[in-house]
């Protein structure tokens, strides 16, 4: 077999004469020119770790590959929208004061839809990475939704608690002000009682006080059998703590992102949230690509932190971003770049083929995985 692969290599290299057997494309010579990225995030406030770990994806993508085909350098304009909607103005007045081939998106849903209303009069492509709200993507061909949105993430949640858990009564907490965590209950609980399950509670959390421990215990008393909880860290963490004071083991489940906003801001509480569910791109035990071992023996090499959901979807954006670039002979033409970005555009990402399909959404499965030991352990993978 081997004097085969060489007799074949020979002839290979006979009838090409320049070619050979090393398939490692040969290196790229610097131009000497750059192509500007805005890289929207939150920076400071109290997104600040989602916007820094988003990053940290980003910069790794771009050691892997510094350059574009032609040899141009991209770099990074980063631009903090303080983890607040009302920055959005501000941000789009900074954006035309330089000239940007496309932006990456690191915010959450109720950023990224501030920015919807106003990236019009920008005309980029946008890469929104974590924000999974539908809307991104209606009526708008600027926005790219690199993540599963919430109506596919919301539908598998409540499918899975009646196929395979077996729920029949569920209860829902949810926080009305997020437009992210309004939609998925919305979604959760029309699924739910499409399929035949029951609603208990949907306990709205805003201004009004909440009184957890009563809450739950008439909960309990309910028999419910899933709680639905697609709410921020410090209320889930809340909650957590609340169920283990009255001494209930309930089946429930987060959403997107849930472990790593722990890793990142709760460490130090991360035992509370050891058997909850939650929906994810990722899994800690399904095995990476070639694309993925690359990307996390990089950051590894960069970065003294773990790796989240958050750096992972960098990872992936900017290396959509970079597949399209290469596409278009002239890195300023924004229309060649939105087409690229819509024309069924295929990539490797972290764990599997990503396809954008024409309306700017990412084909890609929901994982759903039980959280233990600050790992997310495989449970079900809906495509």
Known sequence: MLTRKLSICALIAIVF???????????????????????IGSFSGDDSHMGESGLRGVKTALAIQPLLTNGDKIELVTLDDASSPSSIERIIKELVTEKFAAI?????????????????????????????????????????????DDNFQGTVAAMFARDELLAERAAVFSQPASPHSKHLADTFIRTFENAGGKLIAH?????????????????????ADIIYLPVQTEVLLNLAKTA?????????????????????????HIDLIDGIMA????????????????????????????GTTF??????????????????PELADSQCLLDTLHSGITFEGMMTTITITSDGKAVRPVYINGIQD????????VN
């Not at 004469?17 to 890289?39: F, Q, Y």
């Not at 209930?248 to 790593?260: H, M």
Request: glycine share 6%; with cysteine.
């Open 203 to 223: 306990t709205k959390l805003g201004d009004t006080p909440v009184d957890l421990p009563a809450t739950l215990e008439w909960l309990s008393q309910q028999k």
């Open 244 to 268: 283990q004071q009255i001494d209930w083991a309930v089946q429930a489940i987060g959403s997107d992102g849930l472990l790593s906003h722990f890793l990142l801001t709760q460490k130090e």
């Open 17 to 39: 004469l320049l070619w050979s057997c090393d398939s490692t494309p040969p290196p790229i010579t610097p131009s000497g020119t750059s192509v500007k990225i805005a890289v």
């Open 104 to 148: 990456l998106l690191l915010s959450r849903s109720e950023i990224a839809l501030e920015l919807v209303a106003s990236i019009k009069t920008i005309n980029l492509p946008v890469i929104a990475t974590v924000a999974t709200h539908p809307d991104l993507t209606s009526d708008n061909d600027l926005f790219i939704q690199l993540s599963f």
């Open 374 to 381: 600050g790992r997310l352990i495989f449970i079900a993978k």
């Open 311 to 328: 750096a992972a979807l960098g990872i992936e954006g900017m290396t959509l971003l970079g597949k399209a670039m290469n596409t278009c």
């Open 279 to 306: 929906t994810d791109v990722y899994s800690s035990e399904i095995l990476v690509t070639e694309t993925g071992k690359k990307a996390i023996a990089t950051y590894d090499s960069l970065f003294d932190d773990a």
